[in-house]
């Protein structure tokens, strides 16, 4: 799959060793570059959610339309795919899902 990152913020995080160790810790450092790692070796978002890869699942309300990966509990990868303009979400096949934005390193649940 083709990944982008969503700003030149956190591109400039992910491509520095140091500087993703020290925003993230070891663990999730190792895990971003992993699930990118997983995420540019798949065919499509299909493949990650169907075997559930870095336990790739979809959002809902506020995040509805993006996908989260897990990292070191609680912390998830958000990512949204990349779709043509004007399309009908509730008719896209995961396996059609070719590109996708790395949005942030995010806890998004409940405090």
Known sequence: MKVTIGSKKLEKIINNEKKLIKKYGVENARLIIKRLDQLKAADSLGIMVKFRIGRCHSLSSNFKGKFALDLDHPDRLIIEPVFEDNIDLSQINYFDI????????KDYHGK
Do not use: F, Q
Request: aromatic content about 0%.
């Open 98 to 105: 070719k590109e996708i934005v790395v949005l942030e390193v």
